[in-house]
């Protein structure tokens, strides 16, 4: 639907002056059809009417909503007619909403809890930035009368975080989230597993966070044979992630955890050397990089050991998906495996083309876990070597070396989701000037370069249903600290954010741009790290401290400048 803005707010200086002022309409992702026009709506103190048929997860976010109005504005909201007004209203889809502010009050409509938490986050995001603090705030606590229907252009708009390499404390996980919501993503990707850790609990196998959890050391930058000599780890208990996948819940979010299989697997190896090929001994992966040492795919042991730690994973995690890796699995070992060329024979694969036999045994085991989890309910996503060799039916890729894998996996007839390394990989520099950037992987990846993919480009017209949606990746070997992490995550997410919700047609970068002043402002409101790189302000830590007394500042003369 076409974007239509109508500022017909332009009134003269002095009479401006002596005006309360709305804050300009910056929401990012810009909604699909906006209008705005002459008048504005008081909120402070204004009445609530709360559709009595609203469901108890979309009313305890409205109301969440309502303290924070009160909050910050000093004034209560009393129940009562002529203020806001949140409505069912069953004709809208579940990720849509609408919005209607004019002289009768602030009238909200949808029909599920993510329309409502859209609608808040867009009615947040209308108003001044202080409505993002935690005290009373000097502010024109107005909106413009506007006119807004909105729903997403993609079903899937997914962020991943890596706590494998770089471990994240629960508290960190939740303002990760926080922010998500804030700009209307839904999926949340947790990848808990690789060689440098292991991360999730699991009741049946204590050396998984006894051992698998811990290394005893990590590699400098890129001296690849250096250590610093300092154990690390750290994992969730199942009581710490089902109070994550509610929290995200509570926010529309569904948390997708991944177990990356067969290989990435060292540190499962160092706690249970018996699942490997050579038998060990194995430690936990000090350095960065691929593996020769994965799960033998000829024991049987292995198997036991994966519907194991996916039945527990499921009893936590209610998402349909589960992701089950896939990628950058070494055959070396299963070619001189006794077990696994055996395994081979049995299952008579052959080489055919540029597939080998060992790489039909990694469908095999793709396959035989597919299986394990349809038969619970649940369906696979794997990185896109899933797709070298046969793949079952019902499978969905995740494209991430480039765009190639989503364009052969929607010609296949599987379902994808685009993670193109090259646009949506958060872990690349966003500067040219690497020398004051913190120290990275490598590649180079701008703001604008995000904004400007296009997910449907080489998607033949007829397969482009086969796109679920958007992700980006954020990769932590070299991410360490959560001020760094918001770094490399903010404002990149904000421009992603619009590749997955808007049609391109509604798509505009001067504007998108400009509307970048206003998140800086919630930014500093809500204590975020974020990156200047756009403003030329280049690496970490060129950006200026933000004390209290800053903040304060700027709260109370909206004068802040970097």
């Not at 129940?79 to 809208?92: I, K, Q, S, T, Y």
């Not at 000097?138 to 770089?166: E, K, T």
């Not at 765009?403 to 949506?424: C, H, L």
Request: charge should be negative; aromatic fraction near 12%; charged fraction near 25%.
């Amino acid at each position: 639907m076409k974007n239509r803005i109508l500022l017909i707010l332009a009134l003269g200086a002095a009479v401006a002056c002596s005006k309360p002022q709305p804050q300009p309409f910056s929401v990012i992702p810009m909604p699909a059809d906006v209008t705005l026009s002459e008048g504005l709506f008081p909120v402070k103190g204004a009445p609530v009417r709360m559709d009595s048929g609203i469901d108890e997860a979309s009313a305890a976010y409205i109301d969440t909503f309502l303290r924070q109005l009160e909050t910050v504005t000093g004034k209560t909201l009393p129940e009562g007619d002529g203020g806001f007004r949140f409505l069912v209203n069953p004709n809208l889809a579940t990720e849509q909403y609408a919005i209607n502010v004019n002289d009768k009050g602030v009238s909200v409509e949808a029909s599920a809890l993510n329309g409502f938490v859209y609608a808040v986050e867009t009615l947040k995001q209308m108003l001044p930035a202080e409505v993002y603090g935690t005290a009373k705030a000097r502010a024109d606590w107005v909106l413009p009368y506007v006119s807004i229907l909105d729903q997403p252009r993609f079903g899937y708009r997914g962020m991943h975080l890596d706590p494998s390499r770089h471990f994240w404390s629960i508290d960190e996980v939740k303002r990760y989230i926080d922010v998500m919501t804030a700009y209307k993503l839904n999926r949340f990707h947790w990848h808990l597993t690789d060689d440098q850790g292991w991360r999730m609990e699991v009741k049946k196998y204590p050396r998984l966070t006894e051992v698998s959890a811990w290394r005893d050391g990590t590699v400098i930058k890129k001296d690849w044979d250096s250590s610093d000599g300092i154990r690390y780890g750290g994992f969730y208990t199942q009581d710490e992630m089902r109070e994550v996948v509610a929290y995200a819940a509570a926010r529309g979010i569904t948390v997708i955890p991944e177990i990356d299989l067969p290989g990435h697997m060292v540190a499962v190896l160092a706690a249970y050397p018996e699942l490997g090929c050579t038998g060990g001994p194995y430690e936990v992966w000090q350095r960065w990089g691929v593996a020769e040492d994965v799960l033998c795919a000829g024991n049987e042991d292995v198997y036991i050991f994966l519907e194991d730690v996916l039945e527990e994973l499921i009893d936590i995690f209610p998402s349909e998906y589960i992701h089950i890796g896939g990628d950058e699995c070494p055959k070396d070992r299963w070619a001189a495996c006794p077990k696994c060329q055996a395994k081979i024979k049995a299952l008579k694969l052959k080489d055919h083309g540029n597939i080998s036999k060992e790489q039909e045994l990694q469908c095999y085991v793709t396959a035989r876990i597919q299986a394990f989890l349809n038969g619970r309910g649940r369906r696979i996503i794997g990185w896109d070597e899933i797709l070298e060799g046969d793949l079952a039916e019902g499978a969905t890729v995740m494209s991430w070396r480039g765009v190639d894998g989503g364009i052969e996996a929607s010609k296949r007839g599987f379902d994808a989701i685009m993670t193109p390394n090259g646009y949506v990989y958060f872990d690349y520099y966003q500067g040219l000037e690497r020398d004051k950037e913190p120290f990275g992987i490598g590649g180079y990846l701008p703001i604008e370069k995000v904004y400007g993919y296009e997910p449907f480009e080489g998607i033949d017209p007829e397969a482009q249903d086969h796109i679920l949606g958007v992700q980006a990746n954020l990769w932590t070997e070299y991410i360490a600290t959560p001020e760094h992490l918001e770094y490399m995550l903010l404002p990149r997410m904000c421009a992603l954010s619009e590749v997955q919700w808007c049609e391109p047609e509604n798509k505009d970068f001067d504007r998108f741009n400009a509307s970048l002043d206003h998140t800086f402002r919630m930014l500093d409101v809500m204590g975020y790290t974020y990156c200047l790189d756009i403003r030329g302000k280049v690496g970490l830590d060129r950006i200026p401290a933000r004390t209290e007394d800053d903040l304060k500042v700027y709260m109370e003369t909206k004068d802040w400048q970097w």
